[in-house]
């Protein structure tokens, strides 16, 4: 009862804390208002919470009716082969539909013990590559026709750099993961589908009951706060200040004259805005295929610091702990940019 009590102590504190902070902002920014707030904050937020909410009572439903073999099968053999486990597998399966929620369904495994340390942060970054496919569909019908044959390759070279790290994951897996207690067996306690009696649904319900609110509430204490001054951070120009400071400074000494506002124009808040440059110095014949491919190359490298601060980073935090999202946002986007990096140099070497 007591660490129940801290916990919603702590949970009045992050509320208060974030209403304060908005409050703030809301007298002394012109740039925030409270229509903007419901409409940029209060939904996406909500949003998130859904998804998170969603992944955790779906590991809870999965792992307490035994059906982490079936929601696996699909990825089952590359996660046995790497020593990853069927929550995992699960894990990964649920990636195609929710990075979120696949997230919340590792956090819960791994607090139940189910899987370890080294098997989050692999699974993690495997996860990347549905997260790739994930965004695809909207992406390749606007870049396309901007770039043409050149926005072809860049995704073929982005492609080949997520697939090449997935598969040096699940090596490593392979060499480094002892052999984990639940790969290649079967649950203890498996439900077959729709032979559930209503005695096991009860006890199942109520664990859930028992588990689901307070780890919510552990999640939702740092999603608030750190998702809020994100959000107000972008309002008031922080990062579009960051975007310019380090687009300078990169311009200047790494790129070509040519390619110029192709790269400031990626590190701009907006996705297609890189791409339409690239599209327009193309037909302008100011630069090649070539030069285009290598510059969006490198405006996507170089704008991972500020799109990671923007859009990640509270929700890595929010989901696993501060200390743990921070390791797995820096070191699986260092992963990212070296694989991306070294695909890039390979494609500059042939062309």
């Not at 929550?87 to 539909?97: G, L, Y």
């Not at 080949?160 to 480094?176: D, E, K, N, S, V």
Request: aromatic share 12%; proline share 4%.
């Amino acid at each position: 009862m007591k660490r129940k009590q801290i916990k919603y102590k702590n949970l009045g504190f992050s509320v208060l804390f974030t209403l304060a902070c908005l409050l703030f902002s809301l007298i002394y920014f012109e740039t925030i208002t409270l229509a903007v707030c419901i409409q940029k904050l209060g939904i996406p937020l909500l949003r998130l919470l859904l998804f998170i909410s969603i992944g955790l009572l779906a590991g809870q439903l999965i792992e307490n009716f035994g059906w982490t073999r079936q929601v696996a099968v699909l990825a089952r053999p590359f996660f046995r082969f790497s020593n990853l486990g069927n929550q995992c597998s699960a894990a990964f399966t649920t990636a195609f539909i929710s990075g979120a929620a696949a997230n919340a369904m590792l956090l819960d495994f791994y607090e139940d013990r189910k899987i370890s340390k080294m098997q989050l942060f692999l699974s993690n970054y495997v996860n990347q590559f549905p997260a790739f496919f994930l965004h695809l569909p909207t992406t390749v019908f606007i870049v396309l026709p901007l770039t043409g044959t050149a926005g072809i390759l860049y995704f073929v070279i982005t492609f080949l750099a997520t697939l090449f790290r997935t598969i040096c994951f699940l090596m490593f897996g392979r060499l480094y993961l002892k052999k984990h207690p639940n790969v290649d067996r079967e649950d203890v306690h498996t439900v077959p589908l729709g032979k559930e009696n209503k005695k096991d649904l009860t006890a199942i319900l109520n664990k859930i009951k028992s588990k689901l609110p307070g780890r919510l509430t552990n999640i939702i204490i740092w999603v608030l706060p750190i998702y809020t001054l994100v959000f107000i951070l972008n309002l008031i120009g922080f990062f579009n200040y960051l975007n310019m400071a380090l687009s300078d400074f990169v311009t200047l000494t790494i790129m070509p004259v040519e390619s110029l506002s192709v790269v400031i124009l990626s590190f701009a808040a907006e996705f297609t805005s890189g791409f339409a440059a690239a599209g327009a110095l193309m037909d302008a014949g100011v630069i090649n295929v070539k030069q285009t491919v290598i510059a969006l190359l490198l405006g996507n490298i170089l704008a991972f610091p500020i799109r990671a601060l923007r859009h990640q980073l509270p929700r890595y935090m929010g989901i696993f702990s501060p200390k743990m999202g921070l390791q797995l946002l820096l070191s699986g986007q260092v992963f990212r940019v070296l694989s991306i990096l070294l695909m890039g140099t390979l494609y500059y070497m042939v062309a």
